[in-house]
Structure formats: C-alpha cells, structure tokens
C-alpha cells in the first residue's frame, strides 16, 4: 500500500511538474448510464490524496438516471441517509485536458480496490468478472471500436442539423464511405486522435463510416481489460470536448437518424492461458464453438447493457448491420458475434450488438461471462449465418421486456452479482418509464 501511494504521489507530482499551469483537477467515474460524476481539486488537495488522504463521494452518485436524477431503488436514494464511499485514484489516467478554454486536468476514480467497494458501481462489476477469470488462468485480450456521429453545434429547434463541410460550408447530408470525407473533416479528427493519445489511448484506425458525418475510430488490442474499457470511455469525453472546440457536436446516440445507420460499440475479445496460448484456437477451435454458444444463450438476457435506453432499441434491424436475433457468423457483419478471419493466434469473436452509449465496463463484463459460461457449458452453437440465413435466437426489443429478461437471470446474478443486477434493472426501469412521461409533438398530431 505504501509503494502505491508513492507511485501515485510521483505520478502527480511529475504531472504538476510538466503542467504548472494547471491548478485544478477533475476526478470522474462512470455511473451506471455512462456518465461521468466526479468532483473538481485543487492540484495542492490531488497531492493529498494521492499521498493517502481519504477520497469520499456520494455512493449514490453511481444510481444517477440518464438526465442526473435519483431513483427510488430499494433502500438506496432516499432511505439510506445518502452515504459517502471511498473511492482511489487510477494510477497512471492523470492527463492534461486540452478542450477546456483554461488548462485543467482529469484523473480517473473507482471504488473498486478499496475496502469496501460499491458493488452495482460499473467498473467495480468488471472488476470482479476479471478477478475471477485470472484465477481460472483465463487471460482475455480486448480492442473497442466505437462510432460516432459529427453533427453541427448548433441544433434546429432540438433536432441536429447536418455537420457542415469545412471546405464547400455546405451540409456533409449524403451517406458514404469515401476517403475524402477523412481528408474534408482531417481537422476536427486529427485533433481527436492526438488528444485521445494525449489521454494514454491507443488509437489507430479512423473510417468514414456510411451515415452522414458518421466515423468509427478504433482502438489498439490491450491485454488489460479494465484498461481497454477505460480508453472507451476517455475517448467518449474527450471526443465530444474536442468537437465543441471546433464548432461541431459528437454524439455517440444509438440511433439518431432513423434512415440512416446507428452507431455501434464492438468488441474484439480473444481469451488466452498463462503461457500464451490462444484458448479459443485449442482442439480445433472447439473452445470457440464453446464460447460463442455462452454468448449467445446470454445475450437475450443482456440486452439492458447492450441496448441501454428508448433510443438504443431503435438501432436493432435497421438498414445496415443491427441484427434482431442473436446469431454468429464467420466473416458476417450481419451476426452479433463475429468471427473475423485470423490466424490461430489471434482467433478472437468480435460482439456487435452493443450500441456506442453503452456503458463499457459493463458491455465488457456482461460478454466475458457469456464467454465464460460458454467455456464451461461446453454447449454447441446455433448454425451460423453462413450455413443458414435464418439462423437465430430472439431477444427482447423493448425495454421493459428486456428488464424482465436479465433480472431474474441465475449466470447473471452470479456472475456479474445479484446487487448489481437488481440496482441496475430497476434504474433501466425507471428511466424508461421516466422517458414516458413526456407527450410527443406527434401524440397531439395524431390523436388531438
């Protein structure tokens, strides 16, 4: 504990070194939707902290619903007197922040490694998944790819307008996958690539995906699972930071455009024991066959974490690449679980269905258990779409089927934990039925 708390100490005192401008910092952790909560220190008080002061915050900031509000879920909220919890500092996710108009930092914070850990916190529930697979020798390797749209800073009225063309000023309104589009928007990229580094994410490839102002940044394969998850949700905030500075809104909404494409979260995840070994490539890829059958019997039983909110639901079946049935394929962009072409050691399934505002940790936990269940169930999958177009399993659509779904879940509630699960279904619960509470424009046009 000591040795950490001077890693630590050296890693902000270096920081307040190369940045002597900075004298605040922001502290943030994701809540269960995907936000970040946090308080902002002063540099002086970091210092303390990392040297081993007590770092406290509302252990029902993790609850927030998706517009910031609190829930009524058991006795939390508002029946257990709002209590503090303890949280500590990511070793190692002190950065500058360069979108801010005056020079900041961020660090990262979790309950997970303390004490007492706040059980239904997201990074603390991929913790745990990741703690049990290292002592059965399992290894995983993971890579997110995420996509996002590009809208103009402004909106119309609250609906996004088209992201201008810096070149023609004219709106970017026509779906491609042309190269160009990464030469006219290079600008606003480029900088989020570079700030995305700064963060300590490895980004490499950048595509112009086929929605209009659409792109998908992927990021470099970790052997680090919680760190993989961390650089998703870096990259989140720091995206959306860099596109205001540079007149444009970045939205990583499932499906804003109902003609065009939505915008996913996939996951390139290979599993391998202590020596190395690929464990999906053993006996002829059987593992594989293995994992890719826990993936799919859970998935039905997943879908409030990969399909988080109203507007998630709206991307699945629609034009490109959404499936509404979980199904597997090699080399198939249409199944939810891919298996894209590879030699034996770097075999890897690549899940599909997660929408890009899901919250990572958790998308990456709930499919480490699918695998996981996979591999000791040792069950044979459905056909794949290659051999049978119609292969598939259904899963729930709508959100409060989907709540129904997961909750009473046995693999569920063991694995990722029954606290976490009951927390997390009732906090799906509420905000969609808090979603419901607004009329519609369209309700008074068709029933007034």
């Known amino acids: 504990?000591?040795?950490?708390?001077?890693?630590?100490?050296?890693?902000?005192?270096?920081?307040?070194?190369?940045?002597?401008?900075?004298?605040?910092?922001?502290?943030?952790?994701?809540?269960?939707?995907?936000?970040?909560?946090?308080?902002?220190?002063?540099?002086?008080?970091?210092?303390?902290?990392?040297a081993g002061s007590p770092l406290k915050l509302p252990q029902n900031a993790v609850l927030l619903g998706v517009q910031g509000g609190l829930f009524k879920i058991g006795d939390y909220c508002f029946n257990d007197g709002d209590p503090d919890a303890n949280r500590r500092l990511v070793p190692g996710t002190l950065k500058p922040v360069s979108w801010e108009s005056q020079p900041l930092g961020q660090m990262l914070i979790t309950s997970d490694g303390t004490e007492a850990p706040i059980e239904f916190e997201p990074r603390e529930v991929l913790a745990k998944v990741l703690e049990r697979l290292q002592h059965k020798g399992i290894h995983p390797v993971v890579a997110f790819e995420l996509e996002f749209y590009l809208f103009d800073k402004k909106l119309d009225n609250g609906l996004p307008q088209f992201a201008r063309d810096p070149l023609s000023d004219d709106a970017d309104d026509e779906p491609n996958l042309h190269i160009e589009r990464l030469s006219r928007f290079s600008e606003v990229l480029d900088d989020m690539a570079q700030t995305a580094k700064d963060q300590g994410v490895d980004i490499t490839v950048i595509t112009a995906e086929i929605g209009p102002g659409q792109f998908e940044i992927n990021f470099g394969h970790l052997d680090d699972g919680m760190r993989a998850a961390d650089w998703a949700a870096l990259f989140c905030r720091s995206t959306r930071g860099v596109a205001l500075k540079h007149g444009y809104r970045a939205s990583f909404m499932a499906k804003p455009y109902l003609q065009y494409p939505g915008s996913g979260m996939h996951v390139h995840v290979s599993l391998y024991d202590g020596a190395g070994n690929n464990l999906l490539a053993a006996h002829q890829q059987q593992p594989l066959r293995h994992a890719v059958a826990g993936c799919l019997e859970l998935l039905p039983h997943c879908m409030p974490i990969f399909s988080p909110n109203h507007n998630a639901f709206r991307r699945l079946g629609a034009t490109v690449n959404a499936a509404t049935r979980a199904s597997w394929g090699f080399e198939d962009r249409d199944a939810c679980v891919r298996i894209p072409e590879s030699d034996p050691r770097n075999l890897r399934i690549e899940h599909r269905l997660a929408s890009a505002d899901a919250n990572p940790y958790l998308v990456l936990a709930a499919i480490l258990v699918g695998l996981e269940h996979g591999l000791e169930t040792k069950h044979e999958p459905i056909a794949p779409l290659n051999e049978d177009r119609s292969s598939g399993t259904d899963f729930p659509l709508e959100?409060?089927?989907?709540?129904?779904?997961?909750?009473?879940?046995?693999?569920?509630?063991?694995k990722l934990?029954?606290?976490?699960?009951?927390v997390y279904c009732e906090n799906k619960r509420q905000d969609h039925l808090a979603f419901q509470q607004e009329i519609h424009a369209r309700e008074y046009r068709w029933f007034l």
């Open 1 to 50: 504990m000591k040795s950490h708390a001077s890693t630590l100490l050296a890693e902000v005192r270096t920081f307040r070194q190369n940045h002597p401008d900075v004298r605040y910092v922001d502290l943030i952790a994701l809540d269960i939707p995907g936000h970040f909560y946090g308080k902002r220190y002063p540099i002086e008080m970091l210092e303390k902290v990392a």
């Open 399 to 414: 959100m409060l089927d989907a709540v129904r779904a997961m909750q009473h879940q046995p693999v569920l509630r063991d």
């Open 417 to 422: 934990g029954a606290e976490f699960v009951d």
